[in-house]
């Protein structure tokens, strides 16, 4: 198995649950720390950084990975699906990881403030609706 912490059954791609939330096991530390992706149901509203997972989560309801809600957890918190033994595809961890960057620049961009990034986009003039009130006609 690769990414297998000393001591633990869980290894990158087990979904597990944390308490009561089923998650997706992402990254594992020496610490004994777990970085995982909460899982969510397919019903609408969708956030722009969710992922559907494939086919190693057919069993679950839940096969929406957000990847906006990514949390560090001990391991010993974790409670394997199936013994652990429910496990996506490593293409799928990486479309997640791919997705969790892009989100986490996006959410760095939203934190600057509106005059550090220009925008090409501007507004109409406020009082302007495009004829001339008062005055002579000007021909």
């Known amino acids: 198995m690769v990414g297998v912490v000393k001591g633990q059954d869980f290894c990158r791609g087990t979904i597990a649950f944390c308490g009561k939330k089923p998650v997706l096991v992402l990254r594992l530390c020496e610490t004994g720390v777990a970085v995982v992706v909460r899982l969510v149901g397919e019903k609408p509203p969708f956030h722009r950084s969710d992922i559907l997972l494939d086919t190693g989560a057919m069993l679950l309801r839940n096969r929406v990975a957000r990847t906006s809600a990514v949390s560090t957890v001990q391991q010993i918190t974790l409670r394997g699906v199936g013994g652990g033994l429910l ?12 997705a969790e960057k892009m989100e986490a620049e996006r959410q760095r961009d939203e934190l600057l403030p509106r005059v550090a990034i220009r925008s090409s986009w501007r507004g109409p003039k406020l009082g302007s609706c495009g004829r001339k009130i008062g005055g002579a006609p000007s021909d």
């Open 87 to 98: 496990r996506v595809p490593e293409k799928t961890v990486l479309r997640v990881e791919a």
